[in-house]
């Protein structure tokens, strides 16, 4: 090439490149102006400036163009066309190494993902844009998602979290002084309060975010909180005002052309109609809004769409009409649901969308009434099935199956480093908790844990995104009504299963040979009767209580005549699960001064779901049994007074270790004072002694430890007895375990929670978990899920069976019960389900243990044979 040629060529490129830059500039303006028009004129504009900078070479001014054309893109609703412009600008900036330009890219392919309701994927392009944010010090950009990622776990239900991220946020936007998106954040808070039922908070919020949205001119933050403040008031019942406040939502949303804003008012005014009593209106506007979320490909607004104009349709009688729309709602949800690698957030998720199966149920049931031989009611079995411990059933699928085996060996490592970190630090806390120490480096810590745990539960959802064994696993799926009276039940046996709904609650009693269903009453109702027992059943000095025969009338009466003779196995639901079945009484058959339990004369067990047995009997199929039979954790050392440390101790603990623990939090929460429970030796030395010494463990004192509890050890056994505290905490689930020996055999402070993180991470080849610990089988209810607590980490861990309290239980009675099951188990060699009720029986006719609350709070779980 001549030295003119390429003198030519730099002038002809220079000249495109200001062409292209001029192209750029222009339709970055009209993009700027908002309205659809001028956005399609900026769109051929961007075109024409790409092309240039693309025969120019130009790629580094290409990016930025293809980032327009994405926001374009996505403004039409054409999504997927945005997701390619911003992919192909992800590619040139990690070409470049430009850290800016790569986590905005990644931000905006989050945001795509997470508006077509793929919310792990969104999640992971955050959690990859955020930490460049922070390299490069961008506090707008990591405020922005910051938000955005609290935006997905509010959607999820995981409404703490969503508040911990917005909080976040909030003082960033502050920072920087962006009023329009510190009134996006304030809104997002508000909602948070408002899903949760504290409406005044979220109305505080929501006012706050109008008021900066307006004094920032952002209409479309303005529309938001405006059609935020209607819902508020809708709740509230105040309908005329919820219609004022979404009326004038909708201009704005309008000059904004935010079409999934209006679909959202649209939606409102049609709830709003309906409570009214307007049901055609209420439909017309749901036609609409669904119409606009179909364009859009808005699935989860769809799903909701769907489930509104199902119960409209179910209100106006129009019961297949409604079946139609909540069947097809109900296949976006699953879809949505399948797409979340993580179970916490398949959970979470799964509890905001219980009430599309209740609706589904209520209206296959409401069509068996009608048409009793279509075999509605065994629809609605399923249904049931469908709704409830979805979650450990895949749990449960995994357990056995290698998930790591082909995953890089760079994540596993992350994996197996973050939990040493966490033990490290977890050790730390009890170390610094143990001594005075300020409340700001307890906190500091514990906010440590709290972001370790966190980066450990998304590395255990990167591994399932990428594990070929994960990929391969078929997703179970609940059984169907022949599959569970083939697979599951047996001719002694009768399935109970509950389902608590709003207008009305349903019972089916199935055998290996039939269906019956029933119709309780509405779950207000059941749960008022629950309430009343459990406070009854919880005192030791009441033997009999008419909320016994109250609530067994509300919940046994139509199906008494079919229990006789029968195993019954319970799937309860809501506030059944804290009910102990062997305590009620089979109702008219006995007068009112008589107190006969269920248990005189039933075997009882309970289930998550009936399809949950047939996991655990796959799972069971093929296992040798284990060596060895009993291992006992009994009597551990809790606090710095104890008699087992004199002489230990160096120096006592300025603090004690337990009060301070890494469980003080759940302590605390729990209300549980922790005593040295002087009975659990003579428990533990009792029935260690039913079996050949080299067949038992012992594990008292200071081995019943952390470390006895998580050693390969354990595996050789076939039953395992933990004699011991347990907490259930409500308000941090993840807090719940066993509490085992605080201080080692030197007298020094030590790790002694095993908490349910742990218990998911054992091995174990048991036949039988026993728990005789206070309130072991609690757990945090989750709609869907059921008690989400310990019993499903031991059935995780390995064993089908789980024996726990449902309160906490006096310490000598329970000594006695447990030692009369063990005889029963090993020397009458009863199965543990028969043994268990056998043992309860004798101690409730024991004159001073007759009360229901020495001997009704355990209850097995799992597997009956």
Known sequence: MTRQQYSVNVAQTSKKNLTAQQAYQQAKQLYEQGTAAARVQAMKKFEEALALYQTAGDRTSQAPILIYMGKTHSDFGEKQTAQDYYKQALSIYQHLKDKSGQATTLNNIGKIYSELGEKQKALDYYHQALPLRRQIKDKRGEAITLNNIGAIYAFLGEQQKALDYYHQSLPLKIQVGDKASWANTINGIGKVYLDLGD???????????????????????????????????????????????????????????????????????????????????????????????????????????????????????????????IETSLKIVENLRSQLLSQELRTSYFATVQDYYQLYIDLLMQLHKQQPDQGYDKQALQASER??????????????????????????????????????????????????????????????????????????????????????????????????????????????????????????????????????????????????????????????????????????????????????????????????FAALITPNSQPSSKYEPLLLKHEIITLPSASTLDILRQEQKGRKLAPKTLAVLADPVFRSNDERLQGKLSRPPLVSNLDNLALSRSVSDSGINFERL?????????????????????????????????????????????????????????????????????????????????????????????????????????????????????????????????????????????????????????????????????????????????????TLQGEWN
């Open 387 to 580: 709704a409830r411990a979805r979650s450990l059933l895949e749990l449960l699928s995994e357990a056995n199956a290698d998930i790591r085996q082909g995953v890089e060996p760079k994540l596993l490592s992350q994996e197996r480093l973050l939990q040493q970190k966490l033990d490290v630090l977890e050790t730390q806390q009890v170390e610094l908790l143990s001594r005075k120490n300020t409340e700001s480096e307890a906190q500091a810590l514990e906010t440590q844990i709290a972001t370790l745990l966190e980066q450990y539960k998304q590395i255990q959802a990167q591994i399932r995104a990428i594990s070929p064994r994960y990929a391969a696993l078929t997703q179970p799926q609940p059984l169907t009504l022949r599959q569970i009276q083939q697979q599951v039940l047996d001719d002694n046996t009768l399935l109970l299963e509950y389902s608590l709904g709003e207008k009305r609650s349903y019972l089916w009693a199935v055998t290996n040979k039939n269906i019956v269903s029933y119709e309780l009453p509405k779950r207000a109702d059941i749960e008022a009767a629950v309430q009343k027992f459990r406070q009854d059943i919880t005192s030791p000095y009441l033997k009999h209580s008419p909320s016994i025969n109250k609530l067994s009338q509300l919940i046994l009466a139509p199906v008494a005549q079919q229990l006789e003779g029968k195993r019954l196995v319970v799937v309860s639901d809501g506030a059944l699960q804290y009910v102990p």
């Open 678 to 858: 002087r009975f659990t030796r003579q428990e533990a030395e009792a029935i260690l002694a039913l079996v050949p010494h080299h067949k038992g463990k012992p594990a008292l004192d200071f081995t019943a430890s952390r470390q006895t509890a998580t050693s390969e050890e354990l595996s050789q056994y076939r039953i395992i007895h933990f004699a011991t505290h347990g907490i259930f905490n409500s308000k941090h689930p993840e807090l719940s375990g066993v509490v085992l020996s605080l201080f080692d055999d030197k007298g020094m402070p030590q790790n002694g929670f095993l908490r349910l993180r742990d218990i998911f991470n054992l091995n174990l080849q048991s036949e039988l978990v026993v728990l005789s610990a206070c309130q072991t089988g609690l757990g945090e209810e989750i709609k869907g899920e059921g008690l989400v607590g310990l019993t499903r980490g031991f059935m995780y861990a390995g064993s089908p069976r789980v024996v726990v309290s449902l309160w906490s239980v006096d310490d000598q009675a329970t000594s006695e019960l447990m030692q009369r099951f063990y005889q029963q188990m090993l020397q009458a060699r009863l199965k543990p389900a028969a043994a268990l009720r056998n043992a309860q029986i004798e101690i409730w006719r024991k004159q001073k243990y007759a009360a229901p609350y020495y001997w009704a709070a355990f």
């Open 199 to 325: 409406e005044q908070k979220a109305l505080d919020y929501f006012n706050q975010s109008l008021l900066l949205s307006q004094q920032g001119k952002n209409k479309t933050n303005e529309a938001i909180a405006l059609n935020n403040i209607g819902i508020v008031h809708s709740n509230l019942g105040n309908q005329q005002k919820a219609l004022d406040y979404f009326q004038q939502s909708l201009p704005l949303f309008a000059i904004a052309e935010d079409k999934s804003g209006t679909a959202i008012a649209l939606n409102n005014l049609g709830k709003v109609y309906a409570k009214l009593g307007k049901q055609q209106t209420a439909l017309d506007y749901y036609i609409q809004s669904l119409n606009l979320f179909q364009q859009l490909g808005s699935k989860p607004r769809e799903a909701q769409n769907l489930y509104d104009i199902a119960s409209l349709e179910r209100d106006q009688g129009n019961l297949k009409t409604a079946q139609s729309r």
